[in-house]
């Protein structure tokens, strides 16, 4: 029982996180300090940083401009894709809201999270970089990923598009070795109920951010697992 407690990296890690993101904020803040002062500081950075960005676009490498596009959406409240969560554990990031420069957002509800409920009875939750091979086992199996469906909101794929893809074509894909590359962060947890975690790194293009994470949160759940220690010592000597 005690591991199962251990084991839970959701609810409890969370809010653990959410707990030292707020000790550290109090933290680097001096007493006294002025919070005016301080956004003042950071709409400047605010405002510098946009004005690099813009000039930087301008020169980028088309890959790189289309990540940076890809990571551009709105996440307001009322977004679908608020309070989900992704394959690690932690905040669902962005799969791509400018695919191939279409103007168009992935995922069921065009607003580029691969964010899911009971309505998405396809779990649209995998966000991958497609390929030539995986496209074409798409149109194999009679699901063509290729072609433009204006009405259904779908710009039409090449190799390079992130997009967010069926739990179980990616699964499908995967069995007969041409399931293509995909972005951990940009996951929803539902994956999971489909494939392992184990599997989903070994196609991750964020492996290396991705095992940061883990790491954090592994050592989280070991600071947890002592605490649980400490506290059965108190309880029953």
């Not at 980028?60 to 307001?76: H, R, S, W």
């Not at 598009?161 to 962060?185: H, I, S, T």
């Amino acid at each position: 029982e005690l591991l199962n407690k251990i084991m839970m990296p959701t609810s409890t890690l969370r809010r653990i996180t959410s707990l030292i993101s707020a000790f550290t904020l109090l933290a680097v803040v001096p007493v006294g300090a002025s919070f005016v002062s301080h956004s003042y500081t950071t709409s400047s950075r605010v405002t510098r940083a946009n004005t690099e960005k813009e000039q930087w676009t301008t020169t980028a490498p088309q890959q790189v401009k289309t990540q940076l596009k890809c990571a551009e959406c709105d996440n307001d409240e009322s977004s679908s894709s608020v309070g989900q969560y992704n394959v690690l554990g932690t905040p669902l990031k962005p799969c791509c809201c400018n695919v191939g420069d279409s103007g168009i957002a992935t995922g069921f509800w065009r607003n580029g999270y691969c964010s899911t409920s009971s309505v998405d009875t396809g779990v649209h939750t995998v966000c991958v970089e497609c390929d030539a091979d995986f496209l074409a086992f798409s149109r194999l199996v009679n699901n063509d990923l290729m072609t433009p469906n204006p009405e259904k909101r779908f710009p039409g794929l090449k190799p390079g598009d992130r997009w967010c893809v069926c739990a179980d074509r990616w699964v499908q894909a995967f069995k007969v070795g041409m399931a293509p590359k995909l972005y951990l962060e940009s996951c929803h947890e539902k994956t999971l109920s489909y494939v392992s975690l184990d599997v989903l790194m070994k196609y991750a293009v964020d492996d290396k951010a991705s095992a940061t994470i883990l790491e954090r949160l592994n050592g989280q759940r070991s600071g947890l697992e002592h605490l649980f220690e400490l506290e059965d010592e108190y309880i029953f000597g």
